[in-house]
Nanobody, 121 residues
Framework: VQLQASGGGLVQAGGSLRLSCAAS????????MGWFRQAQGKEREFVAA????????MYADSVKGRFTISRDNAKNAVALQMNSLKPEDTAVYYC???????????????WGQGTQVTVSS
């Protein structure tokens, strides 16, 4: 599976962005998908994840209620809708795919290249 993240940019605090992740490969629908982020000088951290059937989602406490993860298996795509953005959301965001799912990056085998999100105060 190859992943291509897009949709990042510069936004003011309180604004919204929608990240997209396009996947190639016939087995996309069998993978759980996750979003992670890495701020400059910090470790990569979990943001959100969704099971292959969209039956379950999970979020980091820091984004719960503001971010929504979704997927469209027919289009081989996963999205992250980010609302009420804060300066601390500034990071490079990565999408990932894996056979298992969870908050640890160890669950995910395939990674996209990342897209920069910058939130100004």
């Amino acid at each position: 599976v190859q992943l291509q993240a897009s949709g990042g940019g510069l936004v003011q605090a309180g604004g919204s962005l929608r990240l997209s992740c396009a996947a190639s490969g016939r087995t996309f629908s069998s993978y759980a998908m996750g979003w992670f982020r890495q701020a400059q000088g910090k470790e990569r951290e979990f943001v959100a994840a969704i099971t292959w059937s969209s039956s379950l989602t999970m979020y980091a406490d820091s984004v719960k209620g503001r971010f929504t993860i979704s997927r469209d298996n027919a289009k081989n795509a996963v999205a992250l809708q980010m609302n009420s953005l804060k300066p601390e959301d500034t990071a490079v965001y990565y999408c990932a795919a894996g056979e298992g799912w969870g908050r640890s990056s160890n669950w995910y085998r395939y990674w996209g290249q990342g897209t920069q999100v910058t939130v100004s105060s």
